[in-house]
């Protein structure tokens, strides 16, 4: 029996992939969220959303996905990793993701794929009137070719707005490499930094993800003290603090302990089972 229904929950709580049902809206996800949302309504182009390792870009990247791919004025793609080696491979990849491989008969140039993939943002944004979504995670994996050839994208274009929305979510090191491609840099019209979760919110957090497995709100799992310590060790990233509640809700259903307290999670920590 899992260590989740031995405490009476319906589902893991503290699972680190990116369901968008987990989705907490912190101050700063929320507003990321927000934000992002207007930009791609009024269709003004290339957003980045910026974040350390584990401060739940990815999880913000699916609630967007969820929120968006059942609108018939939207169209919505992503690509999870964009390492491609060649400015054709990356167009190739493009291709794929905008559905347009029927197209390809034969041996095609890099010219052949941009017409290809501008022909498709114009009958789409254009002809039919539809928003097209593009979110790429991982974003600091894309080389100066693959920024080269977003950025051509982003100049398509009628009078109004952009044909082509476009959504980075990247870890910080992106930020230096496109500060030096300027003519890419000046088309951002919002970039956002997400940073880590203080104490409360790391309550809220952990809250909030039991809430949503089925645990009863009235009770509490996880002590004050408990919470101050994985705050502590977290520093408030929500991938460490998925693990160690996870970690630490496996060791209480083995112990005689009924709340997770401050000095199972520094024993925790001790181990290095986090």
């Not at 940073?195 to 957090?205: F, K």
């Not at 004050?224 to 160690?244: F, T």
């Amino acid at each position: 029996m899992s260590y989740f229904s031995t405490l009476g929950l319906i589902k893991e709580p503290f699972s680190n992939s990116p369901n968008p049902e987990f989705f907490f809206e912190s101050n700063e996800h929320k507003a990321a969220l927000i934000r992002l949302l207007v930009e791609i309504r009024l269709r003004r182009g290339l957003s980045v959303i910026l974040g350390d390792v584990g401060v739940g870009k990815t999880t913000l990247s699916r609630k967007l996905f969820q929120m968006l791919k059942e609108r018939e004025d939207m169209l919505f793609y992503m690509i999870l990793d964009p390492t491609a080696q060649s400015e054709e491979l990356f167009l190739e990849s493009l291709v794929r993701t905008f559905n347009l491989q029927d197209q390809v008969n034969g041996a095609h140039s890099i010219l052949d794929y941009k017409e290809m993939i501008k022909n498709h943002l114009y009958q789409k944004g254009i002809e039919e009137n539809k928003t097209v979504v593009l979110v790429i995670d991982e974003a600091q994996k894309l080389n100066e070719e693959s920024l080269e050839v977003l950025r051509v994208l982003l100049n398509y274009e009628t009078n109004d707005y952009k044909l082509l929305q476009l959504v980075l979510f990247s870890q910080m090191e992106l930020l230096p490499k496109i500060k030096e491609i300027k003519n890419f840099y000046d088309r951002i019209v919002l970039k956002y930094v997400i940073n880590p979760l203080d104490e409360p919110e790391t309550r809220e957090l952990i809250s909030f993800r039991l809430h949503h497995s089925g645990f009863d709100s009235g009770l509490k799992l996880f002590s004050d003290e408990a919470v101050s310590e994985i705050q502590r060790y977290s520093q408030g990233y929500p991938r460490k603090i998925n693990l160690i509640c996870h970690n630490a809700l496996r060791n209480l259903v083995t112990s005689s302990k009924t709340v997770v307290d401050g000095t199972l999670i520094r024993d925790l920590i001790a181990r290095g089972e986090v």
